[in-house]
């Protein structure tokens, strides 16, 4: 099934009209113009997951100096492929990635979804319920 799907990092790709709608559908881009998910897109490292048959499927974009930090955002698996273990491939795909898998410290904020990137090292931070981390830096 798998074989099926694909990931690029091609921003010309991207069905921005597309992911706009689900971010804007999210509990957490309600507020986003569409002008703001495009910057969004323009100033961040970009995946689509697309589907041989269905086209786009998913996203996710990283903001990243690709040394000490990157904030990992908008993951999103589109409604009619959720479930299919899409959102672990997006995650593994973009922690391989070359730019992505030395960054010492990677931070994202979820209400929901803790068990998709505790398999790949993020905890909670804190007493927090939205923000988790995975820090590589050595502080010796």
Same mark, same amino acid.
């Given at each position: 099934?798998?074989?099926?799907?694909?990931?690029?990092?091609?921003?010309?790709?991207?069905?921005?009209?597309?992911?706009?709608?689900?971010?804007?559908?999210?509990?957490?881009?309600?507020?986003?113009?569409?002008?703001?998910?495009?910057?969004?897109?323009?100033?961040?490292?970009?995946?689509?997951?697309?589907?041989?048959?269905?086209?786009?499927?998913?996203?996710?974009?990283? &903001?990243?100096?690709?040394?000490?930090?990157?904030?990992?955002?908008?993951?999103?698996?589109?409604?009619?492929?959720?479930?299919?273990?899409?959102?672990?491939? &997006?995650?593994?795909?973009?922690?391989?990635?070359?730019?992505?898998?030395?960054?010492?410290?990677?931070?994202?904020?979820?209400?929901?979804?803790?068990?998709?990137?505790?398999?790949?090292?993020?905890?909670?931070?804190?007493?927090?319920?939205?923000?988790?981390? &995975?820090?590589?830096?050595?502080?010796?």
């Amino acid at each position: 099934m798998k074989s099926e799907f694909y990931i690029s990092s091609d921003k010309d790709q991207l069905d921005i009209p597309r992911i706009h709608q689900e971010i804007k559908s999210s509990y957490w881009g309600g507020y986003r113009t569409l002008e703001m998910t495009k910057q969004t897109i323009e100033a961040c490292m970009c995946f689509g997951v697309y589907s041989k048959t269905d086209g786009q499927v998913g996203f996710a974009r990283v &903001l990243t100096d690709k040394v000490v930090f990157a904030y990992l955002m908008d993951v999103i698996i589109f409604p009619a492929h959720k479930g299919k273990g899409l959102g672990k491939m &997006l995650i593994k795909h973009i922690m391989e990635c070359p730019d992505i898998k030395n960054v010492h410290t990677i931070a994202l904020k979820t209400k929901d979804a803790h068990s998709l990137y505790e398999p790949h090292g993020f905890i909670k931070v804190g007493d927090s319920k939205l923000w988790m981390a &995975l820090d590589r830096a050595k502080y010796d």
